[in-house]
């Protein structure tokens, strides 16, 4: 039978459209259950459908066998529930999976996944093709309305249509909702209703579900009870005109790390001016969450604020201390400065929230017996969020995964629910699946569909001839399920003990990997050199390697060193090692950056995988030897594929950052008498160069690290796009990544390029779509810093379990910024990093001096200044499980009056601190 | 305009049986033939309507669109005749052949319309000078079979009955600047009032006689005819001569009478039959072309 439906809409130019489509009802949908007699049998391979005798948890609402039958609202809101192996036998009908998929993409990616998990027996009902269940929008009757009438008809036909099945136990259709008047009209016409919290509730067997119910509190229901806290958001509409009119501003919303009263909002646009807009005050923060889309308006100018040096945390344990907070905002205005005022305003209205599944841990309620706790997510930039749980106590000192479901004005925190737990903290394995999924890394293990793209081994090379890069793009086919998971992942995260590969092992560690003796395919970039290095012509070509010797850079070290050896492959390494050098020489001259980061690296036991010892890394000559000819093989192919395609080659560039980055680095070393030059990236490399002081030998590396701070962030760009190309760091006017196609997709890209500029493959569309390479750089650049992060969190992750087994130690330090209340210290011996703070809860704070010229903090009569050196005694404080930390203390200077170790604690925040801890210059 | 080739023999017999009220399909001067009106059959317009008079076919489509309002008329919206004469009607309308006709057919009822009274083009304003809704009236000639105005303005006005426009609600913020919002419950929409829409009776001048509704064969034993526009109260709202002929002012007062009187009782057939179908509702079995 045919129908249609019609419906207007509005075209983008404003013009009012009918359209009509034909909608064809069919008689032959199956209803799914496997008993069913009535329906044509289900075509092979869709799934497994109902269960004949439903199995799953026993409700005591209803004891007999059932079918869940969900509202759109409840899948949204409820999907941490329905996830759950006990929850089975559900019915999705195509309107509420359609309505899903208009509202959220990744809650509908979700259900799609448990619809095809064949042990869930989830069904999805195609009703709006049945032509029983099909039912037309009436008059006077919303499309809401309309959806919600049409699953109470598909419930009707269900329940009716079961009990037509010849079976001696009659199964039933629940039919879960929400929604007060949807669950009164259903009952009305005699279908059996329930909420979603009654059915959780009714299933004795499991009562850890219930704290998984998402608490979405009626908008009527807010209201009655407590104070209201926050100021209303604005509509959405409204906020869409106010940002085209110019009253708000659009922005993503960071929350400060160091001080959870204030966050800075980064204006969405090219607007040169109030680009950065602060926002300070409970208030004002209006319930934004970190990375959420907001929109602000910017307060008056007498109003506006400079970024306070004050580090808080929020640890009120009582929720309704409102005036305490008060207090705390106090502290945030003091007096500074004029001109260091910046634009600030405050939040009127959220565009999009980004919440996301966060990992944290519980601070159990102090009340006994209490249901609900306040859970600390692991990121400190996440507010505390409310849940509510029976299991508090099993869940003490486990890191747990919260989802965010709404936050009602009169409330502190935001309300949410428990989704998983990940296992008892400080334990390795949960550290590093806490550490990947905060910073994004997808893990999981490769799936079938991409592993079919790997050829069949054992593989031999069909006919081809070379040297150099391994030539990943051979495997890796653009467009297939391998090409797409690699695009996703972008790049291969190293953690301390742990490697997140971007490509399967068999790639990486064999096909791709250029061992000795074998033959293996390449992608070679040959310089033809005189003896000053200069490349007198370039040729790149794909090829067969067989590499002659595999050699570590400690071994080729040893070859060069040793004047005994002169067989051919150590002439020819000594030969490399001269053209290097003078390379070096010549980018140094050009104005390339040297700067140090302290590089840690653990020496792992071999049984138990537990770091033993600390090391910061060593460079050895022959490191410095590849790095040359890398850098010069990457600006090679750089040109080449920008020569070819100047409008999509994917290129990398490294800013020159804003003179006022380098502020405090200026100020810092006025403090020492030295003089350090901005203004070009020559100069900067000079007077660092001469920035020395013979009785304080660390300090040009203390200089040097401050240096790092103030750069920017390398990123990768489609050509098209953009028009700056300078590599600032790398003093190169052109830059991109080649030569690890292994462990970075960028590279993989750049072999295509290179591979069709020289005519070695073809193309396809994707690769020569500007913007689709655009938004593929934006992947990149976002997996880069996750991956960066990630791999600073599992260093400090495995530094703690190093000083765990430590126990405590002293050691030299040395101060890298001063700040309000606080400094923060840098170990070089292990290259650790901490923040010192000087007031403590319970205890007299002590007199705080801080002067924001020099800059210098007096604590009492101590007088502190950057790079002074320190003594700290460090020790892991586990006193608190819910935020293991490293805690310094001070051992010298000594502070007069007061008593070490309780006053002057430094502590490490040994996670959440990906930021602060060294800013690596990337290539 | 379609014609056919007669023999004098053939005009003088249709002559005479009319000077004895005697048509040759056995109609009287003053009788219509059957009429056939079916509404909304295309989906995808506002409004539609195809009405079969005789063999004559016309199918009429009005669709709404946002426009803005004429600078003499900023608060009416208004309308827009097109008329497509297909060359299935005739194989003189290949090519720009139908051109010619379909203009004059257009033009005659921006003439029929031009009166106030006709439709109220006021409700047609969204909001003045800026936003006003335009009704494009598309005609098309599937078969000429005689008497194409009479057909097509009875299809018009059928159509214009049908017409569901959608119902917009302007938005005005602080600053001015205005929002048009669309309201999501497709069956949210105003009707036009078609009681005073004119229908066109054609008054055919053959020998010393008049008729209505003349057939091809009929048309070309006319030498004049005379078209008027008559609303259901009876009103005459536009007049014109058509063909060669002249007529004299004696005859000219009688047709006038005649169509005033065939073109009440033409209008109070048409709205009752156009009821009878919307009381319907949506479970009418639609004929469309396969009746």
Request: one cysteine or more.
């Amino acid at each position: 039978m045919l129908t249609s439906r019609t419906f207007l809409k509005r075209t983008r130019a404003g013009a009012v459209v009918k359209v009509v489509r034909e909608h064809y009802l069919r008689e032959d949908i199956p209803c799914g259950a496997a008993a069913c007699r009535l329906c044509p049998p289900r075509p092979a391979g869709a799934g497994r459908g109902l269960e004949a005798q439903p199995s799953g948890a026993a409700s005591s609402l209803c004891p007999g066998p059932h079918y869940l039958l969900p509202d759109t609202n409840l899948l949204l809101h409820q999907i941490d529930i329905l996830e759950d192996p006990v929850i089975k036998n559900v019915i999705v009908l195509q309107t509420v999976l359609q309505e899903v998929r208009n509202r959220s993409a990744p809650v509908y990616k979700r259900i799609r996944d448990v619809i095809q998990n064949p042990e869930k027996h989830f069904y999805s009902f195609t009703n709006e093709h049945h032509r029983e269940t099909y039912i037309q929008q009436e008059q006077g009757e919303s499309s809401n309305d309309r959806n919600d009438r049409a699953i109470r008809v598909a419930v009707k036909w269900y329940s009716e249509h079961l009990k037509k099945i010849e079976d001696e136990e009659k199964i039933q259709v629940i039919f879960l909702t929400n929604d007060r008047t949807n669950k009164e009209k259903a009952l009305e016409e005699g279908i059996t209703a329930y909420t979603c919290e009654e059915y959780i509730k009714s299933l004795i067997a499991n009562p850890d579900l219930v704290d998984r119910l998402a608490c979405v509190s009626d908008e009527g229901k807010e209201i009655e009870s407590g104070k209201i806290i926050f100021p209303e958001h604005i509509p959405l509409s409204k906020l869409q005109q106010g940002i085209k009119s110019g009253v708000y501003l659009q922005g993503t919303y960071r929350a400060s790390r160091d001080n959870y009263l204030e966050a800075t909002v980064w204006v969405h646009g090219d607007a040169e001016e109030n680009k950065e807009i602060i926002i300070q005050g409970l208030k004002h923060l209006n319930r934004a969450v970190h990375e959420d889309i907001v929109a602000v308006e910017l307060l008056a100018k007498d109003e506006w604020v400079a970024l306070s040096s004050v580090i808080l945390q929020d640890d009120g344990q009582n929720e309704d201390d409102i005036e305490n907070e008060e207090e705390k905002e106090n502290i945030l205005k003091t007096s500074v400065n004029k001109d260091m005022l910046r634009p600030t305003g405050k939040v009127v209205g959220i565009i999009k929230r980004n919440w996301r599944p966060f990992c944290g841990m519980l601070s159990k309620s102090q009340i006994k017996e209490a249901r609900r706790h306040l859970f600390t997510p692991a990121d400190r930039r996440i507010p505390r969020i409310r849940i509510e749980t029976r299991q508090a106590d099993t869940l003490e000192g486990q890191r747990i995964i919260v989802a965010i479901d709404g936050w009602p004005r009169n409330s502190r925190y935001p309300n949410g629910h428990f989704v998983k737990n990940l296992g008892s903290a400080g334990d390795k394995e949960t550290e590093t699946e806490v550490l990947l999924l905060e910073h994004d890394v997808p893990h999981q293990p490769f799936s079938q569909g991409v592993l079919s793209f790997l050829p069949k081994m054992p593989w031999s090379i069909t006919e081809q001839v070379g040297v150099h890069i391994a030539d990943v793009s051979h495997f890796i086919r653009p467009g297939n399920a391998l090409d797409e998971e690699s695009a996703k992942r972008g790049t291969t995260v190293y953690l301390c003990e742990k490697r997140i590969d971007m490509v399967p092992e068999l790639l990486s560690s064999n096909l791709c990997s250029l061992r000795s003796n074998v033959d293996r395919l390449a992608f070679s970039c040959i310089w033809e050199m005189n003896h000053k290095a200069e490349i007198l012509k370039t040729r790149f070509t794909k090829s067969i390697i067989n590499s002659k010797a595999s050699l570590t850079y400690a071994e080729a070290q040893m070859r060069i060193d040793s004047t005994t050896m002169n067989d051919d492959i150590t002439t020819s390494l000594r030969g490399l090692n001269k053209l290097a050098k003078i390379l070096k020489k010549k980018r140094i001259d050009n104005g390339a950056l040297t700067l140090s980061s302290p590089e840690v690296r653990f020496h792992m036991d071999s049984e138990t995988h537990d770091p033993i010892d600390l090391q910061t890394k060593e460079l050895k000559e022959t490191n410095s030897m590849v790095e040359e000819f890398m850098l010069l093989a990457n600006v090679s192919v750089a040109q080449k594929i920008y020569e070819e395609f100047p409008e999509f080659a994917l290129l990398r560039k490294h800013p020159a950052p804003p003179p006022s980055n380098y502020d405090i680095l200026v100020k810092a070393a006025k403090s020492k008498n030295l003089e350090i030059k901005t203004d070009s990236a020559k100069a900067l490399a000079e007077s660092l160069d001469k920035a020395e002081s013979p009785e304080f030998p660390y300090l040009n590396t203390l200089l040097r690290i401050l240096t790092t701070r103030c750069m920017m962030q390398a990123v990768y760009f489609c050509s098209g796009m953009d028009n700056d190309f300078h590599h600032y760091g790398l003093a190169s006017p052109i830059y991109t990544h080649f030569t690890s196609p292994i462990r970075r997709y960028a590279d993989i890209i750049v072999h295509r390029l290179l591979a069709v500029a020289i005519g070695a493959d073809s193309t396809y569309p994707e690769l020569t779509d500007k913007h689709k390479l655009a938004d593929m750089c934006k992947n990149l650049n976002y997996r880069h810093k996750m991956a960066q992060y990630a791999q600073r969190a599992s260093v400090a992750f495995h530094t703690q379990l190093f000083f765990k087994s430590k126990g405590i130690v002293n050691e030299d330090a040395y101060i890298l910024f001063v700040r309000k209340n606080a400094v923060v210290v840098l170990i070089p011996k292990y290259g650790l990093e901490g923040t010192v703070f000087f007031e403590e809860k319970g205890k007299p704070t002590p007199r705080l001096d801080y002067n924001n010229e020099v800059p210098s903090l007096t604590v009492e009569d101590t007088t502190l200044h950057v790079f002074d050196k320190v003594k700290v005694n460090i020790m892991l404080d586990a006193s608190n499980i819910q935020h293991q930390k490293i805690r310094m203390v001070l051992v010298e200077p000594k502070i007069v009056e007061n008593d070490v170790p309780a006053n002057l604690s430094t502590e490490i925040s040994s996670k959440n601190e990906p930021e602060k801890k060294k800013k690596k210059l990337q290539k | 305009m379609a014609s056919v080739v007669l023999s004098e023999a053939e005009k003088l017999y249709i002559v005479h049986g009319i000077q004895e009220d005697l048509r040759v399909d056995g109609r009287g001067c003053e009788d219509y033939r059957c009429a056939e009106v079916e509404t909304d059959v295309v989906s995808n317009t506002s409004g539609s309507a195809r009405v079969k008079l005789g063999h004559t076919d016309i199918l009429v489509g009005v669709k709404a669109e946002m426009g803005t309002p004429k600078l003499e008329k900023p608060d009416e919206g208004y309308l827009e005749f097109f008329v497509d004469c297909s060359a299935n009607a005739t194989p003189e309308f290949e090519g720009r052949g139908g051109e010619e006709l379909g203009t004059e057919i257009a033009n005659t009822f921006y003439r029929v319309f031009s009166s106030e009274s006709s439709i109220d083009l006021k409700s047609l304003c969204i909001n003045p000078r800026e936003h006003c809704w335009v009704l494009y009236v598309d005609v098309l000639l599937l078969e000429c079979g005689g008497n194409l105005f009479d057909a097509i303005s009875i299809a018009v006005k059928a159509a214009l009955f049908n017409t569901r426009i959608p119902k917009v609600r302007v938005l005005e913020d602080e600053e001015g600047s205005k929002e048009i919002e669309l309201s999501d419950d497709p069956y949210d929409c105003i009707r036009l009032n078609v009681d005073d829409v004119p229908c066109i009776v054609t008054l055919s001048k053959i020998g010393y006689r008049h008729v209505v509704d003349a057939t091809l064969q009929e048309e070309a034993c006319s030498l004049a005819s005379l078209l008027i526009s008559v609303t259901s109260k009876g009103a005459l709202t536009s007049m014109k001569k058509v063909g060669k002929g002249s007529l004299d002012p004696e005859s000219i007062f009688e047709m006038m009478e005649t169509g005033r009187r065939v073109g009440k009782s033409l209008h109070i057939a048409l709205q009752k039959i156009l009821d009878e179908e919307e009381s319907l509702g949506t479970s009418r079995q639609k004929v469309g072309f396969l009746g």
